[in-house]
Each structure stands twice: as C-alpha cells, then as structure tokens.
C-alpha cells in the first residue's frame, strides 16, 4: 500500500494573466545576490484571485464570512472530481448524471481564461440542494465570463459553499480523493492563494 500525492496548484508566474479583467503578478526583488547583497527577498504584488485559490463567501455576500474565518478542517476532506471538459457549460442535466457522493466536488474543465467551463445557475442550485460544501473547478472562475450579473458566485456565498478556482486537473482522472486545500491566513479578506493536493491511498 502506498500513498499517491497528486499537485492540482497552478503556478503563480509573472506577467503571467490569469484572468483578463485582473493584472498579471508582479515579483520584484527587494534584495539579490546580483546587486551586491549577500541574500536573497523578493516581493509580490496580485489579486488575490491569481491562479488557484479560494473564494470566500464574503466575496460576493457581504454577510458572508473572510478567508481567516474559515476552518482548516473545513477544507480537507474526500472529494469527486468529475470530467466536463468537452463541455461549454455544466448543468443541473449533466450533474444529475452523475453520482455525486461527497461534500467536496471538483470539476475538470477547459480552463481557457475567456472562453472556459462554467456553471449554470441551476447546477449552482443543485450543489447547494446536495449540500456541497466545496466547489472546485480548473476555469478562472464559476461564472461565464461577461456576466455581470454573478448569479453562481452569489447563489453559492449566500449558502455558505467555498469556492475554488483556478486548479489543475489535466493529468487527474475521475473518482474519490482526499482533498487538502491551504490557503493564506490573511486576517479580514474575501480570498486567498492557495495550494491545493489529492491523495489516493494505491496497493
């Protein structure tokens, strides 16, 4: 029996755009060998929306609760990662074909930062009657890019569900894993990077 321990973070990189609306990461060092110090300190300037990360329900419910208010142990737990990829839209139809069997679900999607997978507003409906607790999905975002309106995001902060944006699932194949996500104890804000991992107990 042995552990497998599967990355699903995407790498945060300068310039790099992650979102078209947010700006690219900016690292600057502060100090470097190639300027005459004898160490090494960089800095880092971004959304807190940059690659994988989590939304907290404060994001889009101004009674919902900040990335600090949120428990470690709410964000370990087993997870079902499905396979959307060949979709444009995941919806209560396409969910309902699946057996969905644990809290924690996370989609594998085209993760194009315009034109990716998202998710319908009576899928959203339909986690939240499942009683999902997390939702993952490899796209920038829940929402379709352009709507302004943010039904998912809202539909799903105001039930208290976290969101997880912007993972990496191309090499992951469907079924139950263990879920670890990790993010940034950063007093008072609406989301945080984060880094996230499954592990499969194999014989």
């Known amino acids: ?17 992650y979102y078209p609306t947010l700006q690219e990461p900016q690292i600057n ?99 939240v009657h499942k009683k999902v607790k997390i939702l993952g999905t490899e796209a920038p975002s829940v929402d379709k890019f352009g709507d302004k309106t943010y039904r998912v995001h809202k539909l799903l902060s105001m039930h208290d569900v976290l969101i997880v944006e912007g993972l990496y699932l191309k090499n992951v194949e469907e079924g139950i894993y263990l879920f670890v996500c990790a993010p940034l104890l950063i007093l008072g804000v609406e989301a945080s990077p984060a880094r996230a991992f499954l592990i499969r107990i194999e014989n």
């Open 1 to 17: 029996m042995k552990m497998r321990i599967i990355d699903i973070t995407k790498p945060i990189e300068k310039g790099r755009k």
């Open 29 to 127: 060092y502060v100090k470097h060998y190639a300027t005459g110090h004898d160490h090494w300190v960089s800095s880092i300037l971004m959304p807190l929306h940059t690659a994988t990360h989590i939304d907290a329900p404060a994001h889009f419910y101004e009674k919902g609760r900040t990335i600090d208010k949120i428990a470690v142990d709410e964000l370990i737990g087993f997870a079902q990662v499905l396979d959307f990829s060949s979709e444009k839209v995941i919806t209560k139809g396409l969910l309902t074909r699946k057996n969905i069997t644990t809290q924690i679900v996370l989609f594998k999607v085209n993760d194009d930062i315009e034109n990716y997978t998202y998710v319908s507003e009576d899928a959203a409906s339909y986690l």
